[in-house]
């Protein structure tokens, strides 16, 4: 059997095992539970292929996932959310007075940049230049913010969106990322893998500084909630005829069992249970349906002569460039499009949330887990980085509940107020630290490329 097919076979194998895994959460604690893991696994499986077009293809080791994430969520937002008419009266003016002049000294600097010979001239051109945009800038800027962050800052405080729908912002969130990985890597991709990583998480925390303070455009830490939503809402369900007779159907032979009375009582707590479910499985075949789409892209990417000629550049970048191939601009060009499909993840994470929240965008959730599920997917491999999302993330989900059944077991023979006891169930929700440390060793140990390793093909 070669390599593809022994890689293949347990492929099969290990999606099979996630399934029947979601299906006895289904039946043993819920299927509301287990769909909302479901969701999360398929956003985070589209964030792994994003992180893992980066690494698996060309090397490039990006700790900011958490900032192009969070770019993402704020086109949720920016799309999404109504213009605060009130706000832009007293403060767009401002705002766009003051974006003009800051393209306006970028020109100028430009164009200073390159008539001015170099030396002292140059150095005391570009000083004013920039001085004196900063400042004309600011005057216009801060009265605007000033104004705007104080139109109703309990409710709003903002400018708002555009007032589209929130899915039209999954590709605006990619396009947001790309647009910053664009300029992120043209400054840093020069730079040595460690280096590159420690500017990645330096950019990535100066983006999620921006996003918590500056409360005229994403209010800041009071957070954005009431986000658009592209599925239905689970009380317009409850009150529409044909969802009830679908429901009533479905569940006939449980209600014919009982009287009139009661009859009523449990058709409309099957309704109420059926309509949570039925919008998280439009939510999943949404979500189904960008990571079937981002997969099928990779794939096609990847058995290209392009992504032949990134792994080329990825395994010996010196052969490369002796080859003739452009090695930065490669670089760019892949750093880009991983980082738009962690700004279109971001984006889905945002809607299924229904809000953005600035201080919810942490290394722990949004790097180190992302980076996991590559790790013990296998990087290089589109599936295994699926597979790493869905497994990691269903671990990271499972860990506390089964840790505390762990833990209560464990000591149930000790009295209900015994020290131990009350510790070990305390610190049950660690388990999920544990069990990624763990989960990593293991693979790390037993199999180092990854349960699903890149098939080379010579």
Known sequence: MSAGDATRNRGLITFAIMAVALIAVGLGQSWSVSLSILQLCLISAVMALGVNIQWGYAGLFNVGIMGFAALGGIAGVLVSKSPVGEAWSVGGTGVFLALAVVIATVIVAIFA???????????????????????????????????????????????????????????????????????????????????????????????????????????????????????????????????????????????????????????????????????????????????????????????????????????????????????????????????????????????LDGQFTPGTYNPLRFTFLIWVMVIVGGSGNNYGAVLGGFLIWFLWIEAEPVGLWLMSTLTSGLAEDNALRLHLIEGAAHMRLFTMGLILLLVMRFSPRGLLPEVVRR
């Open 113 to 351: 940049h390159r008539r001015l010979p170099r030396g002292p001239a140059r150095i005391i051109g570009m000083t004013l230049i920039v001085g004196i945009g900063y400042f004309a800038a600011r005057a216009f800027f801060d009265p605007a913010v000033d104004a705007i962050e104080g139109v109703d800052p309990a409710k709003t405080g903002y400018l708002g969106g555009l007032g589209l729908p929130i899915i039209f912002s999954w590709a605006v969130g990619g396009v947001f990322a790309a647009g910053a990985a664009f300029i992120v890597g043209r400054i840093a991709l020069g730079l040595r893998s460690d280096y590159l990583a420690i500017a990645t998480l330096g950019i990535s925390e100066i983006v999620i500084a921006i996003l918590k303070n500056e409360d005229w455009l994403t209010r800041g830490v009071k957070n954005v909630s009431g986000l658009d939503r592209p599925v239905p809402y689970e009380i317009d369900l409850q009150e529409t005829g044909w969802f009830r007779n679908m429901i009533e159907s479905l569940n006939s032979s449980s209600l014919q069992v009982l009287e009139p009375a009661a009859r009523s009582d449990a058709l409309q707590q099957f309704v109420i249970d059926g309509s949570s479910i039925f919008v998280k499985l439009c939510y999943v075949l949404l979500f189904a349906a960008v990571l079937l789409a981002v997969l099928w892209f990779s794939e096609r990417a990847l058995k290209s002569p392009w992504g032949r000629m990134m792994r080329a550049i990825r395994d010996n970048e010196v052969a490369a460039s002796a080859m003739g191939k452009n090695v930065t601009r490669r670089h760019l060009q892949v750093f880009v499009l991983g980082s738009a499909v962690v700004g279109v993840a971001g984006a889905m994470l945002t809607t």
